[in-house]
Each structure stands twice: as structure tokens, then as C-alpha cells.
């Protein structure tokens, strides 16, 4: 350290060797003008299991063991290597690292320079990659070391599906489509806004929509098209108000269940869940699944499987306009303003572009 320092090493109150020890390094830190961080290696052939590393199952793992929060102007990071001699005691010895990319290359494919967080150890072929990670990652809220860690096995190195409503299809959606006129500014100067000349002015002339049912055989919307002379746009979003009102009634509908004697042979027969696909057991009751809407029979469900197997009381019906992100969402913008009632919450994506509106 003191090689790379350029200068006396302030270790007053310190016993050596320094064991690792967060507060004895903030102490060196605070008695002298640089920082650093502390790295360590372990061959750890249960960790190189999990990540399934069956190449090399000696592979070293290369970890964090103490990260400064304060870089100072002088930096540096320190390798702490330990081994046990022949009493079984631990000898341990720090080490300077004078390149991160060329201590981790082995862990890489990647043939060329490697730019590294020093937190996380995560490693970037480009600079700017890692610039952005820095300003944008957890690395930057957390002053301490972080390490990977991949589960040992079990029920908790697994993921489950367990929002089963999810896997309802949306029961009605509506598609549209604007179209619109163009119409001379009479007056281009009072118009002209900077470096901008508006010189034509778009007007929606039409729109057509369409309510697609998952039910088209007991519900079912025609195609419809709306025209005016003016206010096309403030038409659309009052018809889109109607129809709101109509399908929160219908998604009210409670129909009793209606079983045929195919439904009676499939559901008694049945040895597995047809919403989780998992088996049924002892633990839960079999139940028989229904469309609330229809009253038609859907399979043979566990009995938590079912009640959860529902759409949300919050259900949105989502509305799919042709190009709305590139230009038809500028129509229904200038005709949003008369509806201050409502709420509007947007997704954008740039100042003049929406990814969603609700």
C-alpha cells in the first residue's frame, strides 16, 4: 500500500495483520488521505453447481469484502488472500490490484478490456454501459459490498405462477381507427411559432370502432362508424363513455352454472387442476369451474384455484387505435380538454409521442 500511496501509511492504533473488519478499514481510512476497497477469492464448488459451471468446477468466485462509501482522489483496491498452514491457523496476506479487468478476465468469455463496477463487480464492454449503471443501479444507494448469491435448491430456487386470474383472456376490448382532413391556415404569420410555420391544420373526419367480445355468440357489437362536420373526436370519447357503462353491467352478470352430461363425465373423471395443471390431492377440495357471464362449464379446479380464477374488480377495457402512438392520439388530445371530470394518467414517450393513456 504504501508503494502505491507515495507515501507513509498512517497505522496508529491498527494491529497487525489486519484482520477483515469493516470498522478497522474505516479507521485506516479516516487516519490517512486515501480509500479502498477489499476483494477476496473462494473455490467454492457448491456455488459453482448451482450456476452450473460443470467446465471447470474449481473456478475461482471472486467477491467484494469491503466497499468505501467515499472514493477519495487516491483509490485503490486491495486483494485479501488466506490460507490455512499445517497447524490449521490462517495466514493471510493483502495484495494490490493493478487491473480489475485483467483479474476478472477468467470469469469472461470476452477477449477484450472489460470496464467493472467496483460494488458489484458486474462487468461492461463498454464505459458508458457502465456509466449508466452506476447512475441508474441500487450500486449507487447501497455503501456496502454486494455480492451474488444463487439458491442452493428447494422450493425457494423456484418461481410459481400464482396470479392465476391473469390467465383469464380480457373479455371485451375495442379497436378503432381515425381518419382525418387537412385545412389551410388562412393567416401563416399569426401561426408561426418560432422556427415552426403551421400552415395546415388536421381535422378528424371520421372514426370507426369495433368492441370484440370473448362472448361474440351472446353478446356481440356491430362495426360502427361515426362522422360529423365537427367534434368527430369528442364524439368517439362520449361513445367510449357509453360503452363503459354497458360492459361494467354486463361483467355484473351472474349466471348459474349449466352442465351437459359430457360436462359431468370430463369433470368426474378429471385427475389434475385445468387453471394450475397441478394434480388434485387430499389437502383440497375439486370444484367445478364456471363462466360467471355464459354459465358454461370450464374444467374441474382446485377450490382456491377457482375463486381467485376471476377478472379484477378494476377491470379497464383496454382500447387499441390504429397509430395512436404516432399520430391519431394528437386528435383525441384536442378534444380531452372538455372532459375535466375525468382523470387521465398517461405513459409517454416523448413530449409529443404516448406509449398508453387511461
Known amino acids: 500500500m504504501r508503494k502505491y500511496c507515495d507515501e507513509n501509511i498512517n497505522l496508529d492504533g491498527i494491529e497487525s495483520p489486519v484482520v477483515v473488519n469493516s470498522?478497522?478499514?474505516?479507521?485506516?481510512m479516516n487516519q490517512n488521505d486515501f480509500s479502498f476497497n477489499v476483494y477476496a477469492c473462494e473455490t467454492n464448488e457448491e456455488?459453482?453447481?448451482?450456476?452450473?459451471?460443470?467446465?471447470?468446477?474449481?473456478?475461482?468466485?471472486?467477491?467484494?469484502?469491503f466497499i468505501s462509501s467515499?472514493?477519495?482522489?487516491?483509490?485503490?483496491?486491495?486483494?485479501?488472500?488466506?490460507?490455512?498452514?499445517?497447524?490449521?491457523?490462517?495466514?493471510s496476506h493483502y495484495t494490490y490490484i493493478t487491473d480489475m479487468s485483467r483479474l476478472l478476465a477468467s470469469l469472461s468469455k470476452h477477449q477484450h478490456k472489460m470496464h467493472t463496477c467496483l460494488k458489484c463487480l458486474h462487468r461492461f464492454s463498454r464505459e458508458d454501459l457502465l456509466t449508466?449503471?452506476?447512475?441508474?443501479n441500487l450500486c449507487t444507494k447501497k455503501s456496502g459490498p454486494i455480492r451474488c448469491v444463487f439458491p442452493k435448491g428447494g422450493d425457494d430456487s423456484e418461481i410459481v405462477f400464482k396470479h392465476v386470474s391473469r390467465q383469464l383472456r380480457i373479455p371485451f376490448k375495442i379497436v378503432a381507427d381515425f381518419e382525418a382532413?387537412?385545412?389551410?391556415?388562412?393567416?401563416?404569420?399569426?401561426?408561426?411559432?418560432?422556427?415552426?410555420?403551421?400552415?395546415?391544420?388536421?381535422?378528424?373526419?371520421?372514426?370507426?370502432?369495433?368492441?370484440?367480445?370473448?362472448?361474440?355468440?351472446?353478446?356481440?357489437?356491430?362495426?360502427?362508424?361515426i362522422r360529423a362536420d365537427t367534434n368527430v373526436t369528442t364524439y368517439f370519447l362520449n361513445r367510449l363513455f357509453e360503452l363503459e357503462k354497458e360492459i361494467n353491467e354486463i361483467m355484473k352478470t351472474n349466471k348459474p352454472m349449466v352442465m351437459t352430461k359430457q360436462d359431468w363425465i370430463?369433470?368426474?373423471?378429471?385427475?389434475e387442476c385445468h387453471i394450475c395443471k397441478h394434480p388434485f390431492t387430499g389437502h383440497e377440495k375439486?370444484?367445478?369451474?364456471?363462466?360467471?357471464?355464459?354459465?358454461?362449464?370450464?374444467?374441474?379446479?382446485?377450490?382456491?384455484?377457482?375463486?381467485?380464477?376471476?377478472q379484477n374488480t378494476?377491470?379497464?377495457?383496454?382500447?387499441?387505435?390504429?397509430?395512436?402512438?404516432?399520430?391519431?392520439?394528437?386528435?383525441?388530445?384536442?378534444?380531452?380538454?372538455q372532459f375535466s371530470d375525468k382523470k387521465i394518467k398517461c405513459i409517454p414517450k416523448t413530449e409529443e409521442k404516448l406509449h398508453a393513456s387511461q
Not at 459453482?48 to 471447470?56: A, L, P, Q, R, S
Not at 422556427?195 to 371520421?206: D, G
Not at 370430463?266 to 385427475?271: D, G, K, L, R, V
Not at 377495457?317 to 380531452?336: C, E, R, W
Open 70 to 91: 467515499e472514493m477519495k482522489a487516491k483509490h485503490i483496491n486491495l486483494f485479501y488472500i488466506s490460507q490455512l498452514d499445517e497447524n490449521g491457523e490462517t495466514i
Open 132 to 136: 449508466r449503471h452506476t447512475h441508474d
Open 314 to 337: 378494476d377491470f379497464k377495457i383496454p382500447v387499441f387505435i390504429h397509430n395512436s402512438k404516432g399520430y391519431d392520439t394528437h386528435l383525441i388530445m384536442q378534444a380531452i380538454s
Open 47 to 65: 456455488y459453482n453447481e448451482t450456476v452450473k459451471k460443470t467446465e471447470d468446477k474449481k473456478k475461482p468466485f471472486i467477491y467484494p469484502l
Open 181 to 225: 382532413l387537412t385545412t389551410e391556415y388562412n393567416n401563416l404569420r399569426a401561426d408561426t411559432d418560432g422556427n415552426t410555420t403551421r400552415y395546415q391544420k388536421h381535422i378528424a373526419s371520421s372514426v370507426g370502432l369495433k368492441v370484440v367480445s370473448e362472448f361474440e355468440d351472446l353478446i356481440y357489437y356491430k362495426p360502427e362508424i
Open 266 to 271: 370430463i369433470h368426474n373423471t378429471a385427475t
Open 286 to 310: 375439486k370444484v367445478r369451474d364456471h363462466c360467471h357471464i355464459t354459465g358454461k362449464y370450464r374444467g374441474p379446479a382446485h377450490n382456491s384455484c377457482n375463486l381467485n380464477y376471476k
Open 23 to 28: 470498522r478497522i478499514y474505516k479507521k485506516i
